[in-house]
């Protein structure tokens, strides 16, 4: 977000939690790589409704495990397929920016690693 900010380019994201199809949709000559679902479909509209903002559902607050001083309860916007009574946040990642960089790990210390992906087999 903050290089979004150094060069006047801005990003809206949309984050929930629910069920949805990934994989490929359609005809054999016409088919895409895709996901569907109401989860994406309330993704999509947080991101167009709440622009520029980290916007999440009630159930990815609550299941993310972060501080709830993290997140600001947003206004209610009318939704197309979105109920009324549904709660919608946005994530203030200024707040933690000093944690969230504190795992940083330089390119240069994992070439020095080996390059290695922890946890990974090799194939």
Known sequence: MKDFHTKNLEASIGITTGRA???IIG???RHEYGVIGKSVNLAARLMSNYPTRIA???TTRTLSNLDPQDFIKLSYIK???VPSNNVHYEYK???RKDRLFSTFIPPQQI???GG???GRVEE
Do not use: T, Y
Request: hydrophobic share 25%.
């Open 93 to 95: 990642i200024d707040r």
């Open 116 to 118: 290695k992906i922890i």
């Open 111 to 113: 070439e020095e690693d």
């Open 27 to 29: 005809h054999p000559q």
């Open 21 to 23: 199809f990934c994989g």
């Open 79 to 81: 939704m197309k397929g």
């Open 56 to 58: 999440c559902d009630d």
